[in-house]
């Protein structure tokens, strides 16, 4: 069964950090390109980053850049999303997404469109407040 899970969200106050867990089950994570989304409250949900496959590039959302990285632990089957000097507006559910009937191995220019992904994890919440 095809399946991805969200962890590691949770409640830090501004500057601080977080790092975000995908972890996939019933395929292998590294044959694809992975994306990372938010949603805020009454906001739509935005892409956050996209990391390709193997040597491929990796993109950040401006928002976000230089902040947020994304690293792959192949062994583990699992993605992260290491985030940094949060600030409040950073608040929302985070989700990772994996385009596995797309079969899209590198982030392309509609790396933010959330067509471009079949599967979607249920989401790990962060809450970036004083």
């Known amino acids: 069964q095809v399946q991805l899970v969200e962890s590691g969200g949770g409640l830090v106050q501004p500057g601080g950090s977080l790092r975000l867990s995908c972890a996939a089950s019933g395929f292998t994570l590294d044959y694809y390109a992975i994306g990372w989304f938010r949603q805020a409250p009454g906001k739509e949900r935005e892409g956050v980053s996209c990391?390709?496959?193997?040597?491929?590039?990796?993109y950040y959302a401006d928002s976000v850049k230089g902040r947020f990285s994304i690293s792959r632990d192949n062994a583990k089957n699992t993605v992260y999303l290491h985030v940094h000097s949060l600030k409040p507006e950073d608040t929302g559910v985070y989700y990772c997404a994996a385009p596995y009937f797309k079969g899209t191995v590198v982030c392309g220019d509609e790396w933010t469109s959330d067509i471009e992904y079949d599967y979607w994890g249920q989401g790990t919440q962060v809450t970036v407040s004083s």
């Open positions: 990391a390709s496959s193997s040597d491929g590039p990796t």
